[in-house]
């Protein structure tokens, strides 16, 4: 497996995100899996804030065109998104390839 940036970081984010799968398992609303993942976040003495304004940037544009909501940002560095969806398809992707890119 490559090393991941911010890799201790991430394996404890991984950790507690198999933690609610395997407690929750499938089916439930987003905001139930947020809580979940919060708690475990916390167990994990991880620093994270959930569901911050981001502003999104355009080019060499100085003023953002936009705004979105994060699920999580966990120690400053690593952006989490959750998705409550049976599988994972290639919108999901673009999209947080998409976010990921206008910060």
């Known amino acids: ?5 911010h890799g201790d970081i991430t394996k404890k984010i991984l950790g ?3 933690e609610v799968h395997k407690f929750l ?3 439930f609303q987003e905001v139930i899996y947020q809580r979940a993942l919060a708690y475990e976040l916390d167990r994990a003495g991880l620093a994270f804030a959930r569901e911050i304004w981001q502003d999104i940037y355009y080019k060499d544009l100085h003023k953002p065109i936009g705004r979105r909501r994060a699920d999580f940002v966990v120690e400053g560095v690593v952006l989490v998104e959750l998705k409550a969806v049976k599988e994972i398809e290639a919108a999901h992707w673009a999209q947080v390839l998409n976010y990921l890119q206008a910060y």
Not at 1 to 5: F, P, Q, T, Y
């Open 16 to 18: 507690a995100a198999f």
């Open 25 to 27: 398992g499938n089916g």
């Open 1 to 5: 497996m490559a090393e991941l940036k």
